[in-house]
């Protein structure tokens, strides 16, 4: 069992940054590849990223590569989201999730409840 809680979030100008960070509880982090997805208003949840169980790989979505970084720190139990350059299309709630890997939200067993991030024009 893992508990996910995410921080970091707020309000932040476009062209600004923003650093998300998951904590997770449970002995068993660090054998998890971790998620993150946002979810705008009205819209489905989307994928961001992924980052493998050790830290070694990481996948983005199109719309953020180059953009936004994933990392995690498994001493500390916790995964992070660099977030540059950012745009008002990047609103949306981000969530992290454990358990998974790829795009697909089924495939992810545990969830946070979720940051507000809002970038303003």
């Known amino acids: 069992q893992v508990q996910l809680v995410e921080s970091g979030g707020g309000l932040v100008q476009a062209g600004g940054s923003l650093r998300l960070s998951c904590a997770a509880s449970?002995?068993?982090?660090?054998?998890?590849?971790m998620g993150w997805f946002r979810q705008a208003p009205g819209k489905e949840r989307d994928w961001v990223g992924t980052?493998?169980?050790?830290?070694?790989?990481?996948y983005y979505a199109d719309s953020v590569k180059g953009r936004f970084t994933i990392s995690r720190d498994n001493a500390k139990n916790t995964v992070f989201l660099q977030m540059n350059s950012l745009k008002p299309e990047d609103t949306a709630v981000y969530y992290c999730?454990?358990?998974?890997?790829?795009?697909?939200?089924?495939?992810?067993?545990?969830w946070g409840q979720g940051t507000q991030v809002t970038v303003s024009s």
């Open positions: 999730a454990a358990g998974g890997y790829g795009s697909s939200i089924s495939r992810y067993n545990y």
């Open positions: 449970g002995r068993t982090f660090s054998s998890y590849n």
């Open positions: 980052v493998s169980w050790s830290g070694g790989t990481t």
